[in-house]
């Protein structure tokens, strides 16, 4: 397979076409955290960046399932498609890679 086929491919795809939508995200803090606070955490998706876009399905979605966890989230982008996030969604990637 080459680059952008299959799975890997796939994600790749609907993250960089999802890029624009993550601009509009709340900023980090109360409001995810509020709605963060209501998911039961055993329903949480693996904490890899690929899985927790796919189940959050938008850039609100994104943000309470990344708001949900307190550890260290993988980021399994690469890094120029990581570079294209806003800044609101890296503030809280950086935030839980912080400890905060």
Do not use: W
């Not at 509020?34 to 876009?53: D, G, K, V, Y």
């Not at 399932?65 to 800044?87: C, G, M, Q, S, V």
């Amino acid at each position: 397979m080459g680059i952008g086929q299959g799975a890997a491919g796939d994600h790749l795809e609907a993250i960089s076409c999802a890029a624009a939508l993550l601009r509009c995200l709340p900023a980090p803090g109360d409001d995810l955290e509020r709605a963060a606070a209501f998911i039961n955490p055993a329903l949480l998706p693996e904490n890899r960046f690929s899985a927790i876009f796919e189940v959050g399905k938008d850039v609100i979605g994104v943000g309470i399932l990344i708001a949900a966890r307190k550890e260290p989230l993988e980021i399994d982008i690469a890094p120029e498609k990581y570079a294209t996030l806003n800044a609101q969604m890296k503030a809280l990637i950086d935030g839980r890679r912080n400890g905060l």
